[in-house]
T-cell receptor, first 114, second 114 residues
Framework: DQQVKQNSPSLSVQEGRISILNCDYTNSMFDYFLWYKKYPAEGPTFLISISSIKDKNEDGRFTVFLNKSAKHLSLHIVPSQPGDSAVYFCAASALGGGADGLTFGKGTHLIIQP | DTGVSQDPRHKITKRGQNVTFRCDPISEHNRLYWYRQTLGQGPEFLTYFQNEAQLEKSRLLSDRFSAERPKGSFSTLEIQRTEQGDSAMYLC????????????FGPGTRLTVT
């Protein structure tokens, strides 16, 4: 069963507008959430993370929101730039201190249109 | 900081052959992880080391797979008697003490079994 779900395989956004990528999870034991960005032929690159004790974390153009009651998180990118075109993975961790592997969603392919 | 490196980047092998991949983590990182990624999926956790100790193995890691980290630095992942279903991208990641959640990925080794 898919414990981390990204239900949109792709998303197209105009340059300069806001990109919103969504992620849902089912495992109540997840206590830390991360977003990774992946270009073709490269490994995933860490973008931003959030602990379950917070509901928002911001880093420059990137903001992650967490709604624990809905088991939902989202990544906002504003303004969107051409270099943001990539596959974005949502990931979650169930044990403190990173002593476990991350559980990933299937990814959303973000396409920024000029 | 040269990042996580993996070797080789690409490997083509015939079914039934053994293959070995190497991962060199970021130098001060004591935790090392192996993942597998197939087309259209997110990375799937295989196994995790803290220093030289292998602390966790996924059920995906069949008896044909073995991983080592003999001196707590680089790691190897060996697949014996390869099968066509083993064709995937094999990703290595590392993380630092006190920053356990954020894992930093290498570029991956793409394995094709013919």
């Amino acid at each position: 069963d898919q414990q981390v779900k990204q239900n949109s395989p792709s998303l197209s956004v105009q340059e300069g507008r806001i990109s919103i990528l969504n992620c849902d999870y089912t495992n109540s034991m997840f206590d830390y959430f991360l977003w990774y960005k992946k270009y073709p032929a490269e490994g995933p690159t860490f973008l931003i993370s959030i602990s379950s004790i917070k509901d928002k974390n911001e880093d420059g153009r990137f903001t992650v929101f967490l709604n624990k009651s809905a088991k939902h998180l989202s990544l906002h990118i504003v303004p969107s730039q051409p270099g943001d075109s990539a596959v974005y993975f949502c990931a979650a961790s169930a044990l403190g201190g990173g002593a476990d592997g991350l559980t990933f969603g299937k990814g959303t392919h973000l396409i920024i249109q000029p | 900081d040269t990042g996580v490196s993996q070797d080789p980047r690409h490997k083509i092998t015939k079914r039934g052959q053994n293959v070995t991949f190497r991962c060199d983590p970021i130098s001060e990182h004591n935790r090392l992880y192996w993942y597998r990624q197939t087309l259209g999926q997110g990375p799937e956790f295989l196994t995790y080391f803290q220093n030289e100790a292998q602390l966790e193995k996924s059920r995906l890691l069949s008896d044909r797979f073995s991983a080592e980290r003999p001196k707590g630095s680089f790691s190897t992942l060996e697949i014996q008697r390869t099968e066509q279903g083993d064709s995937a991208m094999y990703l290595c990641a590392s993380s630092a003490p006190g920053q356990g959640y954020e894992q930093y990925f290498g570029p991956g080794t793409r394995l094709t079994v013919t």
